[in-house]
């Protein structure tokens, strides 16, 4: 079932960002899902953000630095478990 996510997304490169829904597939075998509490913003995020490279493609949900709570790892996984943090 698809998990329903919010988030905040850049439209365009020249688009400030906005509160965005999306659904995220289910985790695979090799997967772990975080609920993340938090997100960091770095530089590397403002040029993907403004598609400084040319190469971006939107919408785009910038903040690749997270920290969160484990909600659910795929049967392959073992270095984490539900309720990590
Ligand atoms: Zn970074």
């Known amino acids: 079932m698809p998990i329903a996510t ?3 997304a850049a439209t365009a490169a020249d688009k400030p960002l906005t509160p965005y829904r999306f659904d995220r597939r289910d985790p695979g075998p090799d997967d772990v899902l975080i609920d993340v509490k938090y997100c960091g913003v770095c530089h590397s995020d403002l040029h993907a953000a403004r598609s400084e490279t040319g190469r971006s493609t939107y919408p785009l949900v910038p903040g ?9 790892v795929g049967a392959n996984v073992t270095r984490f478990k539900e309720g990590d943090r």
Request: hydrophobic residues 60%; proline residues 0%.
């Open 6 to 8: 919010r988030a905040f």
């Open 64 to 72: 690749h630095e997270i920290a969160g709570v484990v909600k659910a």
